[in-house]
């Protein structure tokens, strides 16, 4: 399993951790299948009323899709095969909420998560980079869920600069994508205690208040994502020159933190 949960009967609360820490947590198949599995079977759970979604270990929340996994894709220009676009909690119905807690590095399909989390918390040591553009792919579906949280200029910087910037959790914490900046070590307590505190209270409503919001900013978000798989693949360099930009980790020296 790449996946742990332990539920606090008491608070309500569930903590989903993503378990491949030798991995900085990347997403392969399996953990791409567990964690829609999860969020089907939370909306069953009447145990659970939030949840806290954290990685193993201090060094990654989550490095995107495992660069080892092959995702066979069709033929057709007009067609992308992405399984990340199901492991998030919006993507499976699951309208209770989920608090995200980021110790350490959370980079490309990070974003997937993060965009779906009601908000986030991050360690001081946290730090968000896209790298796609640097290893010739169009980053597409991340930008359009991170210009959901951030102003179109964090957006397009952290997208455009690649492997160069890595963005600082004192930053995020300024441009909107981070809500509380903990002490390192200290993210996931502080997002346990949020969401202890959002499953006090009576669920219809705290369901209703997130379908609300995230019906806020749906209609914009499904109409760019829609637009998503052409700009891949008319965009994206062929798998073996991508591999080849991977392996020499080229393109823009050693990556500054603002």
């Not at 659970?48 to 033929?75: K, M, N, Y």
């Not at 806020?216 to 760019?224: F, G, I, L, S, V």
């Amino acid at each position: 399993m790449a996946l742990r949960i332990e539920r606090d009967k008491h608070t309500g609360v569930a903590l989903v951790t993503l378990d491949r820490p030798a991995k900085l947590n990347a997403i392969d198949l399996e953990t791409a299948g567990e964690l829609a599995s999860l969020w089907q079977e939370l909306r069953y759970d009447e145990s659970v009323r939030a949840a806290v979604l954290t990685g193993a270990g201090t060094r990654a929340f989550c490095t995107g899709i495992d660069r080892g996994v092959e995702v066979p894709q069709p033929p057709s220009p007009y067609a992308v095969d992405d399984p990340l676009l199901r492991i998030g909690p919006k993507a499976n119905d699951l309208w209770k909420p989920v608090v995200a807690a980021v110790e350490g590095t959370a980079c490309g399909g990070a974003f997937y998560l993060l965009g779906e989390a009601e908000f986030v918390v991050a360690s001081r040591e946290a730090t968000f980079f896209d790298p796609h553009t640097t290893y010739g792919m169009v980053s597409a579906y991340e930008a359009i869920t991170m210009a959901q949280r951030m102003p179109y200029g964090e957006v397009a910087r952290m997208s455009l600069m690649g492997t160069a910037e890595r963005v600082s959790a004192e930053r995020a914490h300024a441009v909107g994508l981070v809500s509380e900046v903990t002490e390192p070590g200290g993210a996931v307590a502080a997002a346990m205690r949020a969401a202890a505190v959002i499953a006090g209270y009576p669920t219809e409503a705290v369901q209703g208040t997130v379908r609300a919001v995230w019906a806020a900013k749906e209609a914009a978000r499904t109409q760019a994502m829609a637009q998503a798989p052409a700009l891949i693949a008319l965009g994206n360099l062929p798998p073996g020159r991508q591999a080849e930009l991977f392996a020499a980790r080229g393109g823009g020296g050693e990556p500054r933190v603002r």
